[in-house]
């Protein structure tokens, strides 16, 4: 007999899913019981979460992005199955006729959508992926040339050149993976993801050993963009990290919730 959702959203009460919805200024967002808000540097709401309780690095979100709220979340919780939304970007775990495009669609805020993305229907699909999977990502991103390429031209040189060096100083088993970034025009943008807890013990470990030895040799900057620097490195460490722990991924479609039209920092990653 086939799997009714009934059986899927049982799976809550066995291996429970928690995704937290990262925020840094007031923005509409779901109610359900699987999405918790998490405020994130110095802003706050009476209703949400703080990365500023507990062990924590809030100090650094300007620098780090969101890789600050994986901190908190390695650091001060046992969910066993974890992720990770931005304010206006979500993941969708059913396909149907909701959107256009399968894999990456912007749709306008309202409380349709909301309500849509925080569903049973979207958790039921979401541990039939889990089934089958150990991390559902964002379709990876196809940059215009080779990744690394385009990393230097949006970004800077220097903090490239001290990564690949950390990574091969710290984590020689995944230095081998560099010339996926020459050779490929792969990304896993954004720094969102829903993985078990085991993998994301794994990857916090290896991701803060290495960006916080890049911070140490390159410091803090001033330039609201390029200070951002180990954020945006946090992004490009996922795919060789992957790569070489074998882990089943299925990319799902990433949701932006907007008026339709691209951001800024979006125009500069597809430059």
């Known amino acids: 007999m086939a799997s009714t959702n009934q059986d899927w959203l049982a799976r809550q009460d066995v291996e429970p899913v928690r995704i937290y919805q990262c925020f840094h200024k007031p923005y509409p967002r779901p109610q359900c019981d699987w999405i918790q808000p998490l405020a994130l540097g110095s802003y706050s709401a009476p209703d949400m979460l703080s990365e500023r309780s507990g062990q924590n690095i809030a100090e650094l979100n300007p620098y780090y992005n969101e890789a600050t709220a994986y901190y908190w979340i390695w650091k001060n919780t046992k969910d066993p199955i974890v992720g990770l939304y931005h304010y206006r970007r979500l993941l969708a775990f059913k396909l149907d006729n909701t959107w256009a495009d399968p894999f990456g669609f912007s749709m306008e805020s309202s409380d349709f959508v909301l309500n849509y993305f925080s569903s049973n229907d979207q958790l039921a699909c979401l541990h039939r992926l889990m089934s089958c999977s ?120 990433m949701i932006l919730l907007d008026d339709g039209s691209v951001p800024e920092e979006r125009k500069l990653f597809l430059s």
């Not at 390429?149 to 984590?171: F, G």
């Not at 795919?239 to 479609?253: A, G, N, Q, S």
């Open 134 to 253: 150990d991390i559902l990502l964002p379709r990876l991103t196809v940059t215009k040339g080779a990744s690394s390429d385009q990393y230097k031209k949006v970004h800077d040189e220097e903090s490239w050149a001290v990564y690949e060096q950390v990574l091969t100083e710290k984590m020689p088993h995944l230095a081998q993976y560099l010339s996926l970034y020459s050779h490929t025009n792969l990304v896993t943008a954004f720094n969102m993801f829903v993985m078990r807890r085991s993998h994301f013990e794994g990857y916090c470990k290896d991701l803060f050993t290495v960006l916080d030895a890049v911070f140490d040799r390159i410091g803090p900057r001033v330039h609201f963009y390029l200070r951002r620097y180990p954020g945006f490195l946090a992004e490009r460490f996922l795919l060789p990290w992957v790569r070489h722990e074998r882990l089943r991924v299925t990319e799902v479609p």
